[in-house]
């Protein structure tokens, strides 16, 4: 029989018969195990894309991500000096790369075929040839998408800096439909006293970056990032800078059609007085302290009407049988949207929450006046 030793649980990338490195499951941290006296240590705390370490030295290589995300150069090589603990650092254009047989040279995989980039060990020189440039829309919508990332996972600060960082990434629009990315992450931060709840978060910062689809059209911007929480996203430039406007918003979809429709002929029949069809979602037969609360509600609206105005505002796909919003508009089980009520000098804002029936089109289901809801489904 053989005997096995466990060294380390992760991912193994590299060893030189001294030293093992490897990464756990996420790739977002590096260790080194010294196989002698098997002493496990942490080099970097980041996402890990190459890591190799050099036979003849001991050193090891390895890329990470910058911390200036809008850089071109948005990722560090970073040799790493196991004895000493000493670091040299060289900015790149590329986080991937494969080492020389002869342990000379770097050769990083860039973007397009037409380009080439290469580092030279003994003088860690960077050597480049750039053919072809990424279009300058694409560039600047992937920065503005790594940041938040970056802000959602790494941000330990107070409610009035992550205001300055969030307004770099998210905005409201009008048009062509409401959509409210800042008003909503700052409610979700007041709520959650963190930029993501914990239930729509991924176990760590994605560690690559891949859009699915991504449309450009003049200045809005339609893409996925495929099946993370957070994956449908509208974005728009305003003086010539990207931000994020909506989450799942989907504004050119019938399905925005249709919900909007549906709203529209609730809210007539509140403004109109039709007690008994603005009630039909909910068995007004039942006493239960929901039905009541529904009652409450829409009693209040007709017996304002001649105070209060009606708006539909931002309208959010999701999926109900799951803790996030949806990736494609037929995917939609629920939807939420905010319905802007003024009276005179004052505004509030409430969430009205609808579900696809049996019959697969979409009904009202509840509404809240909890201001701290409005930007969540659930």
């Not at 109109?272 to 829409?298: C, H």
């Amino acid at each position: 029989s053989r005997d096995y030793m466990n060294l380390a649980n992760g991912i193994y990338l590299d060893s030189d018969g001294k030293n093992i490195i490897y990464t756990n499951d996420d790739m977002t941290v590096l260790e080194i195990v010294e196989l002698k006296t098997r002493e496990d240590k942490s080099i970097e705390h980041g996402p890990i894309y190459s890591a190799y370490v050099l036979k003849s030295t001991g050193e090891i290589l390895y890329t990470t991500l910058s911390e200036q995300l809008n850089a071109a150069n948005r990722y560090e090589l970073i040799k790493f000096n196991p004895e000493t603990g000493d670091k040299t650092i060289q900015a790149v254009s590329s986080p991937t790369f494969y080492l020389s047989p002869a342990e000379d040279k770097l050769y990083f995989i860039c973007n397009f075929w037409e380009n080439s980039f290469t580092v030279d060990l003994l003088s860690f020189a960077t050597s480049s040839i750039f053919n072809k440039t990424e279009d300058k829309d694409l560039e600047d919508i992937k920065t503005v998408i790594i940041k938040m990332f970056d802000l959602d996972y790494n941000f330990k600060g107070d409610y009035e800096e992550y205001i300055d960082e969030a307004r770099e990434i998210y905005t409201n629009v009008s048009e062509p439909i409401p959509q409210e990315a800042l008003e909503n992450k700052l409610i979700d931060f007041k709520r959650f006293n963190a930029p993501l709840p914990s239930n729509q978060k991924e176990a760590s910062k994605p560690h690559t970056l891949i859009l699915n689809t991504l449309n450009i059209n003049r200045d809005r911007a339609s893409l996925s990032l495929g099946l993370f929480y957070v994956n449908s996203i509208e974005m728009v430039k305003v003086d010539n800078k990207w931000f994020i406007a909506g989450f799942s918003t989907h504004p050119d979809s019938k399905e925005i059609i249709e919900i909007r429709s549906v709203v529209q002929k609730h809210l007539n029949d509140i403004i109109n007085g039709n007690r008994k069809e603005a009630l039909e979602y909910w068995d007004t037969e039942q006493e239960t302290d929901f039905v009541k609360s529904q009652i409450k509600i829409i009693d209040d609206f007709i017996a304002n009407n001649d105070k209060y105005t009606y708006e539909i505002g931002e309208i959010e796909l999701w999926n109900k049988n799951e803790p996030h919003r949806v990736q494609k508009a037929d995917a939609a089980t629920g939807a939420r949207v905010k319905i802007i009520i003024k009276n005179q000098n004052n505004t509030v804002k409430y969430k009205l929450t609808l579900i696809k029936s049996q019959k697969n089109s979409f009904e009202i289901n509840s509404w809240s006046a909890d201001p701290l809801s409005i930007s969540q489904y659930f």
